[in-house]
């Protein structure tokens, strides 16, 4: 069987007619990185759906490494998120208050899994490579950090596979309708997005 990483982004929200995480997932569905094929999951924003299809399409599908993609708009730069936490608040608006209206992810799950990617490799890489990178120590409380959290739970007796979560940029033409926020095009996130793959593709 070839050997899969699945690879997921999420739909348009709050507005959006496009969500850059989708744009870049669609982009590398299928494509081969290292006798590994890519497959793509499109994700909807809503924090329990979004972690059951997730959690399914790992005992589905037996990926030997997962990557979420994300939305994170306003952010400058690809994000590398170190950490999910075991808190889930269903509405966008309420990431301000930092989740403390919000609901476990997993009830009684652990508070917190590390990313169990080569987060300092891949940093260092797309840096090498001229990506625009950094280190983020939450992914929020809303549908990604629940994503991200459900599939290191799922894993969390499997070890070996790589699991983790990276935010992007708006992407540049959603980036005019917010006060030109901070954006990248769609193109650069894809290759940053590869490279990163083939960090992760080459360890297994
Ligand atoms: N970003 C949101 C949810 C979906 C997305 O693309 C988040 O950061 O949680």
């Keep these: 069987m070839a050997r899969l990483i699945l690879v997921t982004g999420f739909a348009p929200f709050g507005g959006e007619h496009t969500n850059p995480s989708w744009e870049v997932a669609e982009r590398l569905d299928g494509t081969e990185i290292t006798d590994t094929t890519v497959k793509a999951l499109r994700l909807p924003v809503n924090c329990g759906r979004a972690a059951r299809l997730v959690s399914e399409a790992i005992e589905g599908l037996r990926p030997r490494a997962v990557l979420g993609l994300g939305q994170a708009g306003g952010r400058p730069a690809l994000s590398v998120e170190k950490v999910a936490i075991n808190v889930a608040d269903g509405r966008a608006s ?18 917190a899994y590390f990313s169990r990617l080569p987060v300092a490799e891949i940093l260092r890489t797309l840096k090498k ?66 490279f990163a793959l083939e960090v992760i593709a080459r360890r297994l």
């Design 94 to 111: 309420r990431e301000v208050d930092g989740g403390v209206q919000g609901k476990p992810v997993v009830r009684g799950g652990p508070d």
């Design 129 to 194: 490579r001229g990506i625009p990178v950094g280190l983020s120590l939450s992914a929020g409380v809303y549908v990604c950090n629940s994503v991200m959290y459900a599939a290191l739970h799922t894993l969390r007796r499997r070890r070996d596979v790589p699991a983790g979560f990276i935010h992007l940029p708006y992407e540049a033409a959603q980036a005019v309708r917010h006060r030109a926020a901070a954006s990248m095009s769609a193109e650069v996130m894809a290759n940053g997005i590869e």
